[in-house]
Nanobody, 121 residues
Framework: QVQLVESGGGLVQAGGSLRLSCAAS????????MGWFRQVPGKEREFLAT????????YYADSVKGRFTVSLDNAKNTVYLQMNSLKPEDTAVYYC??????????????WGQGTQVTVSS
């Protein structure tokens, strides 16, 4: 059974930083691309970043490029999202995702349960 478990969300002031973690189990980690998305009530889920586990190639949405960094710890089957210079508009539920591809996450096969990030002004 595949599980993606996010952690690290919380409340932070504008300009601050948070690091989200997503621990994956039940899948062959190196056969997947991993990604991060976010969603606010009433809006569609928004793509943020993706990383190929095998090659480490990364790709970011323009809205977070230069502020967010996605990275891996292959030994721990864990993907991270380092978020810097946070803004109130970054407030959302953040989701980890996995897709069985060597490239980038486009249509995830699996989702985590989500973790809330709230940025106060």
């Amino acid at each position: 059974q595949v599980q993606l478990v996010e952690s690290g969300g919380g409340l932070v002031q504008a300009g601050g930083s948070l690091r989200l973690s997503c621990a994956a189990s039940g899948l062959t980690f190196r056969s997947y691309a991993m990604g991060w998305f976010r969603q606010v009530p009433g809006k569609e889920r928004e793509f943020l970043a993706t990383i190929s586990v095998r090659g480490g190639d990364t790709y970011y949405a323009d809205s977070v490029k230069g502020r967010f960094t996605v990275s891996l710890d292959n030994a721990k089957n864990t993907v991270y999202l380092q978020m810097n210079s946070l803004k109130p508009e970054d407030t959302a539920v953040y989701y980890c995702a996995a897709e069985r591809t060597l490239w980038r996450v486009v249509s995830p096969d699996y989702w985590g349960q989500g973790t809330q990030v709230t940025v106060s002004s």
